[in-house]
């Protein structure tokens, strides 16, 4: 039976947050973001973001808490959700990856940064380019690991989800990615 919800997964700066905001507003839905309760655990640790992910290698208590979260989202309707693992734990959801080459995700992530001074003074402040990029590729070795070690389960393979839209190419710019998602999702629902 399908679900009325979206699950939105991808690579960091690949406009999950952004993509998923934006649909929730579109289509009068509830957002939902997994990044926002990680982000929220880090800060009462008073840890970095990074910092955490390198915690939760060894504290699994992180990752259930925060899946626990995503499980209970089966409960819901009407909703838009991004999280790297959304689409395992809502099985009947509409799943969507997004795709980005890390060049140009991490170029992304620093105009993010430029722009969102309060995010570049807490938990992702980054002296240059090379090392936004290089905790970046840490942060998501981490996350596939923990995944993988506690669930078995691979967020980047293509053959879990719905659709799959690269974002890092110029056509694909967070308001046509948003009309391909909604218009697939109509689609979805009355199939």
């Known amino acids: 039976m399908k679900k009325r919800i979206i699950t939105i997964a991808g690579k960091a700066g690949s406009g999950k947050s952004s993509a998923a905001k934006n649909i929730a507003q579109?289509?009068?839905?509830?957002?939902?973001?997994?990044?926002?309760?990680f982000r929220s655990i880090a800060n009462d640790r008073d840890v970095s973001v990074t910092?955490?992910?390198?915690?939760?290698?060894?504290?699994?208590?992180?990752?259930?808490?925060?899946?626990?979260k995503n499980?209970?989202?089966n409960n819901e309707t009407d909703?838009?959700?991004?999280?790297?693992?959304?689409f395992h734990w809502v099985p009947e959801s509409f799943k969507v990856y997004l795709d980005i080459d890390p060049d140009v995700?991490?170029?992304?992530?620093?105009?993010?940064l430029?722009?969102?001074?309060?995010?570049?003074?807490?938990?992702?402040?980054?002296?240059?380019?090379?090392?936004?990029?290089?905790?970046?590729?840490?942060?998501?070795?981490?996350?596939?690991?923990r995944y993988q070690d506690l669930?078995?389960?691979?967020?980047?393979?293509?053959?879990?989800?719905?659709?799959?839209?690269?974002?890092?190419?110029?056509?694909?710019?967070l308001e046509g990615v948003v009309k391909q998602i909604i218009?697939?999702?109509?689609?979805w629902l009355e199939s």
């Open 26 to 37: 579109e289509i009068s839905y509830k957002h939902y973001s997994s990044g926002d309760f």
């Open 51 to 68: 910092e955490l992910n390198t915690l939760a290698e060894d504290d699994p208590q992180v990752d259930i808490d925060v899946d626990e």
């Open 71 to 73: 499980r209970a989202l």
């Open 79 to 86: 909703l838009v959700v991004d999280s790297r693992t959304a």
């Open 105 to 112: 995700a991490i170029r992304r992530i620093m105009q993010d």
């Open 114 to 145: 430029a722009v969102n001074a309060d995010r570049q003074k807490s938990e992702e402040a980054y002296k240059d380019l090379e090392e936004a990029k290089d905790r970046m590729v840490t942060r998501y070795a981490s996350e596939n690991k």
């Open 151 to 173: 669930y078995q389960l691979d967020p980047s393979l293509h053959e879990n989800y719905d659709l799959v839209i690269d974002t890092g190419i110029p056509e694909n710019n």
């Open 183 to 187: 218009k697939k999702y109509n689609i």
